[in-house]
């Protein structure tokens, strides 16, 4: 299947959240497991409120088809066409990121819409930043002494170790 962003009628972000609403439950009904979608908004580039709409867009797709409905997304941007803050908006919209061949499970720089939407929100995205990266060295802190103590269990070992 294939569908457009932006129809006739210009770039509506909940019509478009209710079109991958729609094809979800056809997709399912079809007896397929969930509706994986790839999207790219080159139409944006240039035009200022498609593109604030499109980064509203981004957040809310996070928010309301995927709790509720078996839906994958994967939204490319290239970062030579768009300019630098609709990349830096599209990262801070996603929970999880994929560059070039890397996957990013946690996003340390997503903010979730419920924050980035408020009237003033630099304060809280501010605090959420900071968790994230907190949660971040704590991840990493974890890893290291994991790592460690497998060190010395490997170098302690009576017997030998065949991995």
Not at 20 to 34: H, L, P, V
Not at 36 to 59: C, H, M, P, W
Not at 87 to 92: E, L, S, V
Not at 98 to 124: A, G, S
Request: aromatic letters at 14%.
């Amino acid at each position: 299947m294939q569908t457009s962003y932006a129809g006739d009628q210009g770039f509506e972000p909940e019509k478009n959240i209710e079109i991958w609403q729609r094809e979800t439950r056809k997709a399912i009904a079809q007896g397929f497991g969930a509706l994986r979608v790839v999207g790219e908004a080159t139409f944006s580039i240039g035009k200022a409120e498609l593109a604030r709409k499109l980064i509203y867009y981004e957040n809310f797709t996070n928010a309301v088809p995927f709790p509720y409905f078996r839906f994958k997304s994967l939204c490319v941007y290239d970062k030579s066409l768009y300019p630098p803050q609709s990349i830096k908006a599209a990262i801070k919209a996603h929970p999880t990121l994929f560059y070039n061949e890397e996957v990013f499970e946690e996003n340390i720089h997503y903010i979730p819409p419920e924050v980035h939407f408020k009237f003033e929100n630099e304060r809280e995205e501010i605090d959420f930043w900071l968790e994230n990266v907190k949660r971040n060295n704590a991840n990493i802190r974890a890893l290291r002494k994991s790592e460690q103590e497998f060190r010395t269990l490997v170098e302690n070992a009576g017997d030998a170790i065949y991995i």
